[in-house]
């Protein structure tokens, strides 16, 4: 691995989400139906950590990285709550009547779209890409700037003079990388992005995150269906079902003692070598989020539920004092 440099920001960073629900609308044949898929989503975020959040196809990661980047537009928009980005004692805020978080993208706040390997502009060689993202910020193109950021991603130079089409998948997954650490933001928000690397590529990837994140003291949020992919880089884990976070805590303390159904399942899918149990699948099938059962929204598929999980749904709530809180009625 190539040297980080190290140029922390000396800023307190702090993420309070309350609340938060965000559908999409859409019509079929005439009629307007919702999308549910960020439903009443409360947790807080502490600077300087990496947080995974993880769940199955469809449950609605992407919509929250969306949420929490501030990159709302139709037929997403946010119905309820909000989320607050605290840098030192400024705040910055996202809710269904304000939107001050473009102000801080790129330099306090960025993101690593799902799919981001076909992100960049293919008729743009790279160099013109990084020049026109510190020209867009007020700020003078550097090369040799640019050449040293590129060394801490393990990029040789030379790619400032190809287009994207020119580099392999794992070489344009680290230009994207490059872009969104660029100018040196407190948090960043990645969306799956190693899901379509080579396992090999995955991990080296997987480290230069880590890597960014422990030597520039800035704050991850990692996006991922794969739960194995969590220990060793994520500190912090939600577990994601169905629009809802329904377990969050220390990555320890949910793979030492996993408290929610889901969560249960999701840990017993890990492959271990010599293992030679049978994986049993979940029950029934994924939540319908145009009509999410009432309660749990887990409740349909949930082995254990109970009367109650059909009729409301609970929130989390600390389950011990260290750092963990599930929603589940087994808890209650
Ligand atoms: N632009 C859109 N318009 C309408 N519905 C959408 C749109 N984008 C996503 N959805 C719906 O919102 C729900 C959540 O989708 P989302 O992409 O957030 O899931 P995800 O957890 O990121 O899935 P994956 O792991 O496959 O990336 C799904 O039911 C999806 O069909
Ligand atoms: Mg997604």
Redesign the pocket.
């Known amino acids: 691995m190539s040297k980080l440099l190290k140029t922390e920001k000396e800023e307190t960073v702090y993420i309070e989400i309350e609340d938060l629900k965000a559908y999409?609308t859409?019509e079929q044949y005439g009629i307007v139906k919702e999308?549910k898929?960020v439903e009443n989503i409360s947790i807080n975020i502490e600077g300087n950590s990496f947080l995974a959040i993880v769940?199955e196809?469809?449950?609605?990661?992407?919509?929250l990285a969306r949420v929490l980047y501030g990159a709302v537009d139709s037929?997403l928009s946010i119905i309820e709550g909000k989320i607050c980005y605290h840098f030192n004692d400024k705040k910055f805020e996202l809710s269904p009547t304000s939107n001050s978080l473009k102000k801080i993208w790129w330099e306090k706040l960025s993101y690593i779209p799902?799919g981001s390997l076909s992100a960049l502009n293919p008729i743009r060689r790279l160099k013109d890409i990084f020049s026109d993202l510190a020209l867009s910020h007020g700020k003078a193109y550097d090369e040799q700037k640019v050449k040293t950021h590129l060394e801490m991603v393990n990029l040789p130079s030379y790619v400032l003079q190809t287009y994207p089409f020119e580099l392999s998948g794992g070489m344009r997954q680290r230009c994207v990388i490059a872009l969104a650490t660029f100018l040196n933001p407190n948090i960043i928000i990645a969306d799956?992005p190693t899901s379509a690397l080579d396992v090999v590529t995955q991990r080296d990837i997987l480290q230069l995150l880590n890597n960014i994140q422990t030597n520039f003291k800035s704050t991850f949020i990692f996006i991922t269906?794969d739960i194995s992919l969590v220990p060793g880089l994520a500190d912090m884990m939600a577990i994601m079902y169905g629009g809802c976070i329904v377990e969050f805590g220390s990555t320890e303390s949910i793979f030492v003692n996993p408290l929610h159904p889901y969560t249960k399942f999701l840990l017993s899918s890990i492959p271990k070598i010599g293992d030679k149990t049978e994986k049993k699948p979940i029950p029934g099938n994924p939540v319908n989020?145009i009509n999410p059962p009432v309660g749990c929204r887990f409740s349909p598929r949930c082995p254990l539920g109970k009367e109650i999980c059909t009729e409301s749904r609970p929130n989390l709530f600390n389950i011990d004092t260290q750092q963990h809180q599930v929603a589940c009625w087994l808890y209650q």
């Open positions: 999409y859409t999308i898929a769940g196809s469809g449950c609605g990661k992407t919509t037929p799902q799956e269906h989020l």
